[in-house]
């Protein structure tokens, strides 16, 4: 009697044991961050649409397969080629999520999020090489803005067929190499320095007109106060000549009048000892002649 009560209670147990387990498989939680795709292990079975955050039960021992239902980030920081075949380093960040409607498809082709996730990193690394190729190194410099929007486009072009959507693309970092970068620098300054000395022309050739003019008023200045200087020269020497013509004429009417008029009778050498005279009186110096002083003057 009490084998058999023992052998019912055991079955019980076991009853009850197994419907906990069934029911504690049957039942799994996503969190709030997480969408999940049922999957049934025993008969292999993808469940069709993707289930958000919540205890959800499915058939016995199923599981879900979860992908993050919030953006995450991608980080590259990578060397590109650009158009000129010029090396470029890059620091690109973006974020991206997977669309719940096509989390079927996505799990057929990749499995699951490990496996996403890389497909879509190699997909970004090549949108960036790509975006690169069409830019030159010039453009890396102006138009940065447009570069951006440039690798944007092309990852929406290659996100689009993996079901992904991105955001918040940052170009954060464009580097080019050293060398370009120092070439680049003197090739600015020595346009710099010509601009410099394009500025700088008009100021000399104005500095040199002036000097040139104030040499020529200068010239002009000298020239005319020789002129002027020679005007009074000549005029003095002409005033001075008439004044010795003017004595010597009054001399000679006085001489006219002592040969002539005067009564007086001057022999030769009477005339040549007034003469002698006049020159001794008029001298500065003494003055020394080799003549016979007049042995009577009859005009005194
Ligand atoms: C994803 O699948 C791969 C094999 O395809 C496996 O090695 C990896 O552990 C899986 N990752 C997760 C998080 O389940
Ligand atoms: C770079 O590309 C721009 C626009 O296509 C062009 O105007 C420029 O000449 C190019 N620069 C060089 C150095 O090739
Ligand atoms: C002057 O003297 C000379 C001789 O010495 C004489 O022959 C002459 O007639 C005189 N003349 C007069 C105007 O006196």
């Known amino acids: 009697m009490g084998k058999k009560k023992y052998i019912i209670g055991s079955c019980v147990v076991v009853v009850i044991l197994m419907i906990v387990v069934l029911i504690s498989t049957s039942y799994h939680k996503l969190a709030s961050d997480e969408i999940g795709l049922q999957y049934d292990v025993i008969n292999k079975k993808l469940g069709s649409s993707a289930e958000r955050e919540g205890l959800h039960n499915g058939p016995p021992g199923f599981e879900f397969i979860v992908f993050p239902s919030v953006f995450r980030s991608l980080e590259f920081s990578l060397k590109c080629l650009n158009k000129d075949g010029v090396e470029i380093k890059l620091d690109v960040t973006y974020q991206y999520k997977v669309r719940a409607v096509n989390l079927r498809t996505v799990i057929l082709d990749f499995r699951n999020f490990t496996g996403y996730k890389k497909v879509l990193t190699f997909a970004g690394e ?24 440039f690798v944007r486009k092309k990852l929406i072009e290659r996100y689009n067929i993996l079901y992904a ?59 005319n106060k020789a002129e002027s200087d020679a005007r009074i020269l000549t005029n003095k020497a002409k005033t001075e000549a008439s004044g010795i013509l003017l004595q010597y004429e009054k001399e000679a009417e006085s001489y006219q009048r002592i040969l002539g008029n005067s009564g007086l009778n001057l022999t030769t050498e009477g005339f040549i000892s007034y003469l ?10 003494p003055v020394y002649i080799g003549l016979q002083s007049p042995a009577k003057s009859s005009y005194t």
Do not use: M, W
């Not at 090549?126 to 929007?149: G, W």
């Not at 002698?276 to 110096?285: F, L, Q, S, Y």
């Open 126 to 149: 090549a949108a960036l090489h790509e975006a690169c190729s069409y830019f030159n190194t010039s453009q890396f410099q102006s138009q940065r803005a447009e570069f951006q929007e």
């Open 165 to 223: 959507d991105i955001t918040d693309l940052q170009v954060s970092n464009i580097e080019r190499p050293p060398e370009y970068e120092s070439a680049i620098r003197s090739k600015e300054r020595a346009r710099e320095d010509i601009q410099v000395a394009l500025n700088e022309r008009p100021r000399l050739l104005t500095e040199a007109e002036t000097a040139k003019r104030e040499a020529e008023t200068q010239a002009e200045i000298i020239k």
């Open 276 to 285: 002698g005279v006049r020159v001794i009186a008029d001298a500065k110096n």
